[in-house]
């Protein structure tokens, strides 16, 4: 620690509690916004949710003082920005509201950078660019999982590559996050499973990761804690209001956390995304377990504080003991959850994985990982999960 420099903040605003959505539209007006762009995903636009947002944003005032644009869908991808920065424009907006899953919210965020710089392709984003004067932003998830709401990157499929990339910037930061409950209540049990485990596997990353920073591993010890003992609740009685703000707050932790860097089960999971289709959450939740087996492996009692963090009995017991019975609660508390075990139940293919390694091995997510890892450990590590 000593003789190193080191910087981090946590500057967001949030809004918490049952009813938070209930002080958006005196927001928008005490910010100064008279036309908003609420950017979504089609499927939510049916839901109660989003029944809840347009009540506060008033039905007749669509066209007037909000518009809509719902062309979202699951792991973004580049066209999406492009799209949803044109009805910006068109609808001569000044404020995003970005609802939804990490993928609206990240859409949200990161259309704002084409407004800034028009026709600019997220290949060729530059970070040390003039940035100033981004349209405001508010981020209010409908899921407990993927901590966009606070993060200062986006996470987008790219036109020219076909990979994920990830834009950081701190001013794509949301200049308020509500962070509501009641949003939450119909989410089915199996998304709720598998967004809560994306945060978990957010929180176990960045502790692990070597970046120094121990205002994000105390976070993320209490994130790990908090969806130790709520994500089993919100699966399984999705009304419970208490659980389901719990894993609100734990999923924005694991968002604020990942500041700190994440590790190889993020490396493995991007290209799970845009080869195989999956989830983001489920592909972290199937590798997770081999991920942390392989950094036990090789740097002994790494788990223990996580383990202390999930209610077990390690704090006196050997290094590896206290790594195995660790891997062994976070195997089972995913697969009681509902999430299958195997990449192949997810409709992974054995002919997709060249194609999965490289783009893992491309994906600086495990340069951050506890330990090294090569293209050939990659390679097995899919093997394992498969």
């Known amino acids: 620690m000593s003789g190193s420099l080191a910087s ?20 928008l007006r005490q910010m100064g916004a008279r036309r908003t762009l609420v950017v979504t995903d089609k499927a939510l636009v049916q839901t109660t949710a989003f029944e809840l947002l347009t009540n506060h944003l008033g039905r007749a005032n669509l066209g007037k003082t909000w518009e809509l644009f719902d062309g979202v869908h699951s792991n973004p991808i580049e066209q999406h920005v492009i799209d949803a920065a044109q009805a910006f424009r068109e609808s001569k ?12 919210l990240d859409v949200g965020k990161a259309l704002r950078l084409l407004i800034k710089q028009p026709g600019l392709k997220l290949k060729d984003f530059k970070f040390n660019d003039d940035w ?26 790219l036109s020219g590559t076909r990979q994920k990339g ?29 967004t809560g485990l994306d945060a978990l596997t957010h929180c176990v990353e960045s502790f692990t990761s070597p970046t120094f920073n121990p205002m994000c591993e105390g976070i993320a010890l209490e994130g790990i ?64 377990p081999h991920v942390m087996h392989f950094n036990a492996q090789r740097k002994p009692g790494i788990y223990r ?58 994906d600086a997510s495990h340069l951050t990982n506890p330990v090294p890892v090569n293209r050939e450990e990659l390679k097995e590590l899919y093997r394992a999960a498969w």
């Open 225 to 288: 804690r908090i969806i130790a003992e709520a994500l089993p609740r919100a699966v399984a009685h999705g009304h419970d209001l208490d659980a389901r703000g719990r894993m609100l707050v734990a999923a924005t932790m694991g968002g604020v956390s990942s500041e700190k860097d994440l590790g190889v089960t993020h490396s493995l999971a991007h290209p799970l995304s845009t080869i195989a289709g999956m989830h983001h959450g489920a592909a972290n939740a199937v590798c997770l």
């Open 93 to 104: 907006c000044d404020t995003v509201v970005a609802f939804g899953g990490g993928s609206a």
């Open 132 to 157: 100033n004067g981004l349209p405001r932003c508010i981020a209010i998830p409908t899921t407990a999982g993927s901590g966009s709401d606070v993060g200062r990157s986006v996470t987008i499929t």
């Open 8 to 27: 981090f903040s946590f500057p967001t605003a949030i809004s918490f509690g049952p009813g938070a959505l209930a002080g958006l539209a005196t927001r």
């Open 305 to 362: 504080r996580v383990g202390l963090a999930c209610g077990l009995e390690v704090a006196s017991v050997p290094a590896e003991v206290a790594d195995f019975r660790t891997i062994e609660f976070i195997k089972k508390f995913i697969t009681d959850l509902g999430i299958k075990p195997a990449l192949h139940q997810y409709g992974a293919k054995e002919a997709q994985l060249d194609a999965l390694v490289a783009q893992a091995f491309d």
């Open 166 to 194: 990830v834009i950081f910037l701190p001013r794509l930061m949301a200049k308020l996050v509500i962070l509501d409950p009641d949003l939450t209540r119909d989410l089915p049990a199996s998304l709720t499973a598998a």
